[in-house]
Each structure stands twice: as structure tokens, then as C-alpha cells.
């Protein structure tokens, strides 16, 4: 399997607070992904990353950032969560552009 | 974008029974992926597959990238196959499309 790591795993938080989930690798793999899947949606990428401190904007990329300061972590945060993101959010990574990407194991966040 | 449809939406096996998926895409692609979300909902890479054929144990998959279609073939199905099965494909960008999935259920 490859290593991916997520925290946290479930998170409760409420409206208008800020969130950080990270995502952690130990496959030394460039390019890193987060998707949010939604039920009806499946799965939607919101931004991704080719390599320390490139970044660039997904699917449904509004109210999300983003940041990359080491190859092994990518952080995604919402700024100010809102109902509507309450989700469960997937990070992925992959070697290359079009190479076979890789799951992590979700963390489910509920914005109350 | 890129399009993809996953067929049957769901399907429902008696153990040891065969099936097939299709997944079906818009335009030519770079990648294409099957999953497997459990029930616990973890995505567990079947086949990485832009084109040809793979078999794994009792399962194999065929893209035929011309006719912009791929199969999943899941032999003497169990009960731990159940789950959702997804396709995903790249084209030309970065990010994984992927089809709104099958819903298997294999019965004891």
C-alpha cells in the first residue's frame, strides 16, 4: 500500500471557523491531490500540487487553499467552513501527470 | 470536460456468480483507473488500464481506447467484493473524472 496518512481522520467544527487537514506521504511521489466526495458528485478534485510550492486550482476549488512547503506534506484549509463543505475529503498522489494516483484514507468533516 | 458513465448504477449477485461493468468515456484519455470503495470507505487501486487488457486474480479489465470504453470483470464473485466500483480517466489535464460508480452487493 502505498503510504499515505491523513489527519485528521473526523473532524466536528462549526461554521465560519477555520480548518487545516494535512496529508502526509513517505512515497516521495511529486504530485499530490485533494478531492472531496459528495454523495450524487462522486469524487471532485479541489486543488493539487506538482511539486514544492506549485500549486494550481481543481474542480471546486471556491472557499479552499492550499500549501506545499516540503514534498512529504500537502495542507488544504478552509478559511472561514460553511455547511456546504461538509464532506469526506481524499488526498492522492502520484508520480506524474498522468501516472497511477494513490488514495489515502479520507477524513470526514462535519461543519455544524 | 471529460464525461463518464458507469453502468449498471447497481447490481446485486448471488455468491460465485460472474458480472460485468462497463464505464464509458467522452474523449480520448491519458489514464484510466478502477476502484474499489469498501464499505468502510477506503479506495483500493483494481487497475491502473489506459488501454489493453490486466488481469488480477478473479478480476480483469479491458480498455479499448479507440471506442473510448473500458470492462471490469469480477469471476466467482464474494462477498467481500461488495462495494462501489469506480472508473476515473484523465485527458488531457491533471485531475482524475471520475463516474458515479456501481453499487455491488454479492449475497451469501
Known amino acids: 500500500d502505498a503510504g499515505i496518512t491523513q489527519s485528521p481522520r473526523h473532524k466536528v467544527t462549526e461554521t465560519g471557523t477555520p480548518v487545516t487537514l494535512r496529508c502526509h506521504q513517505t512515497?516521495?511521489?511529486?504530485?499530490m491531490y485533494w478531492y472531496r466526495q459528495d454523495p450524487g458528485h462522486g469524487l471532485r478534485l479541489i486543488h493539487y500540487?506538482?511539486?514544492?510550492?506549485?500549486?494550481d486550482k481543481g474542480e471546486v476549488s471556491d472557499g479552499y487553499s492550499v500549501s506545499r512547503s516540503k514534498t512529504e506534506d500537502f495542507l488544504l484549509t478552509l478559511e472561514s467552513a460553511t455547511s456546504s463543505q461538509t464532506s469526506v475529503y481524499f488526498c492522492?498522489?502520484?508520480?506524474?501527470?498522468?501516472?497511477?494516483?494513490?488514495f489515502g484514507p479520507g477524513t470526514r468533516l462535519t461543519v455544524t | 470536460g471529460i464525461q463518464v458513465e458507469q453502468s449498471p448504477p447497481d447490481l446485486i449477485l448471488q455468491e460465485g456468480a460472474n458480472s460485468t461493468l462497463r464505464c464509458n468515456f467522452s474523449?480520448?484519455?491519458?489514464?484510466l483507473q478502477w476502484f474499489h470503495q469498501n464499505p468502510w470507505g477506503q479506495l483500493i487501486n483494481l487497475f491502473y488500464i489506459p488501454s489493453g487488457t490486466k488481469q488480477n486474480g478473479r478480476l480483469s479489465a479491458t480498455t479499448v481506447a479507440t471506442e473510448r470504453y473500458s470492462l471490469l470483470y469480477i469471476s466467482s464473485s464474494q462477498t467481500t467484493d461488495s462495494g462501489v466500483y469506480f472508473c476515473a480517466v484523465t485527458d488531457s489535464g491533471s485531475r482524475l473524472t471520475f463516474g458515479e460508480g456501481t453499487q455491488l452487493t454479492v449475497n451469501p
Open positions: 492522492a498522489i502520484s508520480e506524474g501527470r498522468f501516472y497511477e494516483q494513490y
Open positions: 500540487s506538482y511539486g514544492v510550492k506549485d500549486t
Open positions: 474523449d480520448s484519455v491519458n489514464n
Open positions: 512515497e516521495n511521489h511529486r504530485y
